[in-house]
């Protein structure tokens, strides 16, 4: 997380954009930047079960990150500038990266309004423009603007162990119906380095055929470390 919004501020500085892929090194409950959870999930369950947690920058509702590929997308916005658009851009480079994996997801359109950032889990129903297979989310997103950057998060399911999430919590919740998942869509589960490539070539096609991988620098590294002690101080996990 804490990398992520070093990348944002990079972006400010920089005027470049980054498409960065990773996974998690154990599962870790990440809560929407203003969703509610103090009192509603149990944190001595959650340590009980090794789950981690962590407040997101970004908007949205928790999800886990266990069997996923996490993205996040970095880059100069202008303060006037349609939310939507930018949206629908990395959703045309996701579309595409999954499609080549054999993954033919489309873009939801709920008749409802999007999701509140409620207690009910992230992959619970798919919010407009969300992507969807067979009618089931497999990628949830959400995204922030701050001072001319945005951040955009998402998170690919490997396997759908988003069902597990009630059980941290406090009080009881009907589990959410099953999410589509890449093992489902593919019939094996593919690993983080496939779909990290599918997603790579797909932004050199569509968006950057100059695009190259990230060399850090003391000054992001510098962001990140100072950033890492807000994501893991526990006032701003449950600041709400």
């Not at 203003?34 to 959650?46: K, S, V």
């Not at 497999?138 to 922030?144: E, H, P």
Request: hydrophobic residues 40%; contains cysteine.
């Amino acid at each position: 997380m804490a990398l992520d919004e070093a990348l944002m501020a990079r972006a400010r500085r920089t005027g470049e954009s980054v498409f960065r892929v990773y996974s998690w090194s154990s599962p870790t409950l990440s809560l929407g930047r203003n969703q509610r959870a103090r009192g509603l999930y149990d944190p001595e369950r959650l340590s009980v079960r090794g789950v981690g947690v962590v407040r997101r920058p970004t908007g949205g509702r928790a999800l886990l990150h266990h069997r996923e590929i996490t993205y996040s997308v970095t880059g100069p916005c202008a303060p006037d500038g349609a939310l939507h658009i930018e949206y629908a851009r990395i959703n045309a480079l996701l579309v595409s990266a999954l499609a080549a994996l054999g993954a033919p997801v489309t873009a939801a359109a709920p008749a409802s309004r999007a999701p509140r950032p409620t207690s009910t889990p992230c992959f619970a129903e798919p919010a407009r423009g969300e992507l969807v297979l067979g009618g089931r989310k497999l990628v949830g997103s959400a995204q922030w603007r701050d001072r001319g950057a945005l951040l955009q998060h998402g998170s690919i399911l490997i396997d759908d162990d988003q069902g597990t999430i009630p059980e941290l919590m406090r009080e009881a919740m009907a589990r959410p119906e099953r999410a589509a998942t890449l093992r489902g869509a593919l019939g094996r589960p593919p690993s983080v380095g496939e779909v990290a490539e599918a997603l790579f070539e797909a932004v050199r096609a569509h968006a950057d055929a100059g695009a190259r991988p990230l060399e850090e620098d003391a000054l992001l590294a510098r962001d990140a470390a100072d950033l890492g002690a807000r994501y893991r101080d526990e006032a701003w996990t449950w600041r709400r």
